[in-house]
C-alpha cells in the first residue's frame, strides 16, 4: 500500500510542478494565481481522502480528516506549497503529499483514529515574495504580528492586498489560531536538502532541532554619475560597497572555522541600472544561519558592524532593514521518540540529524510539540529544479507516517 501510494505522490507533484508562475521554470510564490491552481489540485485530492476542507483567513488550506469520536484533539501534518524561484517540485509539497497519502491510506481502509488530523498546506514558508516567512504558520500558533502586513513585494503591493487578493481577510487572522490545548503536536515530512541521508544510504532520518536565522535588507546610497566623466576618486558608487559587503560575508562564513555558519546574500538590485551610470543605489539580501543562535547573533551584528564600516569608509549612507529573526528550534522529545520508533518499526535504522533549512516547525513550535521526518533527496540538492526524490524513499515516508499515527498512538 505505501508503495502505490508514493507513486501517487510522485504523480501529484508532478502535477503541481506545473503550477508555476513562469512557463519554463518552477516559481510558485504565496498569495499568485499558480498557488490558487495548486490549491485547487489539492483541495480535489484532499476531499477524495474523505477529508472536510477549508481556507483560513491568511490563505492556510486545512484538510481535515475527523477523529473517531467527536471531541478528539487533533494532531497538525503540514508544510507548505509555496517556493523559492526556479525551485524544485519536492521542497513543501512532498511534505503536504505524504500527510495526505497516510490519510487517504486510513480513508481506504475506512479506518478512524482517537484524534483528528488536519494536514495543512501552509501560505507562505519560502518568504520570497515579502522578505520575511512562515506567515501561514505564525497565524496558526497565534503569533502572527499585524505590522507584517505592511510588508511589499517588489511590485509595491502589500501582504494585506495579497492576502485579500487570494481571498483571505487580514482583519481575521486572529481567526486562523489553534487553541493549545485541541493540539497534540506537529509532524512534518521534508526533503532533507542536504547529502547526510544519501551518503549513510539511509531512506529516512529523524531531525533533532531546526537552525535559527536571520533575514535582513541592506540599502547602500551613494551618488548617481556619468559613467564617462567621474574621475574613480570621487566616486560614491553604491555597488562597489555593495560588492565589498557580499565579500565580506563570504569571509566571515568561511573563516569562522564553524561549519555550521552559513551567510548569503542572494538577491542584489541597482539603481539606475545602467551600463553608463555609476551606480547610486544598491540593496542586498543577507541570510544569516547558525543552531546556536548566540553564533549566528555575533555573526550578523559583526556583518552589520562591517557594512556601516563599508559605508563609512566610502562616504555612503547605510541602512540596515530587519526582516526576521528566528531561533533555532528542538523538536519534542516525546514527538522526536515516537517517530524514531516508527522508523525502527518499519525497518529502517534511526539517524538523528539537525536542519540547516527553515520550516513552519519554527513557527508551530509556538502552539505545539513538533517533530520532522527528513526524506533522502539526490545529491542533496534543493532550491534547484534538480530536486529529486526515490519512490521507494516516498514510500518509506508514508510507512513511517502511517506507523507514527496508528500504532504510537498512545505516544502522540
Ligand atoms: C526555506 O527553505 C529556508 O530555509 O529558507
Ligand atoms: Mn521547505
Ligand atoms: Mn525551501
Redesign the pocket.
Known sequence: MPHKLATIVMQRAEALAACSEEPEQLTRRSYTPALREAHRLVVGWMAAAGMAVREDAVGNLIGRYGAATPGGKTLIIGSHLDS?RDAGRY?GPLGVLVGLAAVESLHRRELRLPFAIDVIAFAD???VRFGS?FFGSRAIAGTFDSSWLRLADADGMTLAEAMRAFGGDPAALATCAYRRDEVLGYLEVHIEQGPVLEAEGLPVGVVSAIAG?TRANLHFRGVAGHAGTVPMQLRRDALCAAAEFILAAEALGRAANDPELVATVGQLSVRPGASNVVPGAASLSL?VRHQHDARREAAVAALREEAEAIAARRGLAFTWETLQATAATACSPRLRGALARAVAGAGYPVRDLCSG??HDGIAMADLCEVAMLFVRCAGGIS?NPAEAVEVADVAAAIAVVERMVEERVHEI
Do not use: C, Q
Open positions: 523559492v521542497d514558508e519560502e518568504g516567512s536565522a541570510d533549512a527553515g532550491h
